[in-house]
């Protein structure tokens, strides 16, 4: 089935033809490390991992990267102010790269939490300055770029298409231009590729004497380097659309010649409790702080991916208990399942259920193959789960190619819990004893061992097969 992608560079759905038959390169702007990321800002990491996960379900391979802003970063997104990551140095009175590796360790945890797929590389800005001089250089060769002193400046006026992803015509945005002009610039809208700061706490020696690079060269530079001078799909939140996306491929077309990027997707932003996320409100949540109010990781994770990509999400509380109750229904029907693949006989499996999971999977397929379209392929799993539930009397290969099929889907969705696997012997033996006592009635050692489980932090459960689940207990 062909996927269709809306494409922020055409303004329309198009089919995705990927470069190279059967591979997908995908470039996400990360996070920049001055702060502990937020709810929003993962919203825009996890459609990425949502798309990374949908081709690799229809066998593609994807090699994934995502870059670490660890300097360059301005707080205005463009060339004024300060560098986030300075900022914070300052304000924590830190040298900045261990601000970086503290607020980087801080992401990872986070992504971890979050069931996200890693990237195949997380290239670091400060680790890539060569490969930014080597494309700022070409950019000054070429005629694109000029040097004022020990500042490089691109001059968008020497770029035919620049404007044409965020609609923006110079025109309009000089009219526009809210700041002052620099008087180093021959256009308002030209922008930084390098720039000269004595004062800058990251600095390194180029051609054009001690300076630090812009923030929008980082992401030509590093994209280009992992995955060519063209590849398939960029992806970041509707803020990097204008200024950083726009200059990425000024920069990169500039320097190469060639086309840059073939698809352009872009995560609308999070609301909160309907209104705006900001600081100043407040509701800059991060992962660590919802699981310490005590939501569930996976709940988080569905509720972030629920709706689609190019609608606003309004993030609630209220959301996070119904994703919870949404993943408790696929968790019921996974343990009944197992329990009916531990505790019946092998045999064949029915026609009328092969054809349910086979249906199952094609619909959920066309659901996301529609521009990710992620409610009809959540509708597709409940209503596949609701006809698994009716089925009567089935053998342990049948539950196993029900298992199989719910398997399919979370590689996508990525939301069951994997307690299962993961429970020390020592609490499967006390399981065990328990399921004993039971059976000789001796109900006082049965409490004991439930009780022993309890207090190890883990939780079981008996099921209606006879059996029994163990899952892990709090909010891990
Ligand atoms: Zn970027």
């Known amino acids: 089935m062909p996927v269709e992608l809306y494409n922020t560079l055409t303004k329309r759905r198009e089919e995705f033809k990927p470069m190279a038959p059967g591979k997908v390169g995908i470039y996400s702007c990360g996070p920049t490390v001055y702060s502990h990321p937020h709810i929003g800002n993962f919203r825009s990491f996890l459609v990425a991992d949502l798309l990374k996960r949908f081709f690799e379900f229809k066998g593609l391979k994807v090699t994934h990267i995502m870059n670490i802003t660890d300097v360059g970063h301005l707080v205005d997104d463009a060339d004024e102010g300060a560098d986030k990551l300075e900022e914070t140095a300052r304000k924590e009175k ?79 945005l000089n009219a526009g231009a809210r700041i002052e002009l620099n008087p180093e610039k021959k256009n308002p809208q030209d922008f930084a590729l390098w720039k000269h700061d004595p004062k800058h706490l990251q600095q390194w020696d180029s051609p054009w004497g001690r300076g630090f690079p812009g923030w929008h060269i980082e992401c030509s530079a590093m994209s280009s380097k992992y995955l060519g001078a063209q590849f398939d799909i960029h992806t970041g939140g509707e803020d990097n659309i204008f200024p950083h996306h726009e200059c990425e491929i000024a920069q990169a077309e500039g320097a190469s010649g060639k086309k840059f990027v073939h698809y352009w997707l872009h995560t609308r932003f999070l609301l909160f409790d309907g209104e705006k996320m900001s600081k100043s409100k407040g509701n800059l949540y991060t992962i660590q702080e919802l699981i310490e109010k005590g939501f569930k990781k996976n709940a988080i994770r569905y509720a972030l991916i629920s709706s689609h990509y190019r609608q606003n999400y309004n993030f609630t509380f209220d959301g996070l208990k119904a994703a919870a109750q949404a993943i408790d229904k696929i968790q019921q029907c996974v ?32 659901a996301l ?51 299962d696997e993961e429970v020390p012997a020592q609490i499967i033996e006390m399981a065990e004893k328990r399921k004993e006592a ?20 883990w939780i079981l459960e008996d099921t209606p097969g006879g059996g029994y689940r163990i899952k892990r207990g709090g909010q891990d």
């Open 94 to 172: 830190k040298d900045p790269l261990e601000i970086a590796r503290f607020y980087t360790e801080s992401f990872m945890t986070a992504s971890k939490l979050l069931n996200i797929k890693p990237a195949d590389v997380y290239p670091k800005a400060t680790e890539h300055i060569q490969e930014m001089i080597d494309m700022v250089k070409t950019l000054v060769d070429k005629g694109y770029a000029y040097v004022v002193g020990g500042n490089i400046y691109y001059d968008v006026t020497k770029f035919a298409n620049y404007g044409r992803l965020s609609g923006n015509t110079l025109d309009d």
């Open 335 to 366: 343990f009944q399942l197992k329990d009916i693949s531990k505790n019946k006989e092998s045999g064949q499996v029915r026609k009328e259920l092969q054809e349910l999971s086979s249906n199952c999977l094609a619909q959920f397929d066309e």
């Open 369 to 419: 193959s529609d521009d990710l379209n992620i409610s009809k392929a959540l509708a597709v799993c409940f209503d596949f789960l609701r006809e698994v539930n009716k089925v009567d009397d089935a053998n342990s290969t049948e539950a196993n190619a029900l298992l199989d099929t719910i398997g399919k889907i979370d590689s996508v969705l990525g939301v069951l819990e994997k307690a």
């Open 438 to 457: 039971k059976a000789n009635k001796d109900w006082k050692t049965a409490d004991a061992m439930r009780d022993e489980i309890t207090a190890k932090g």
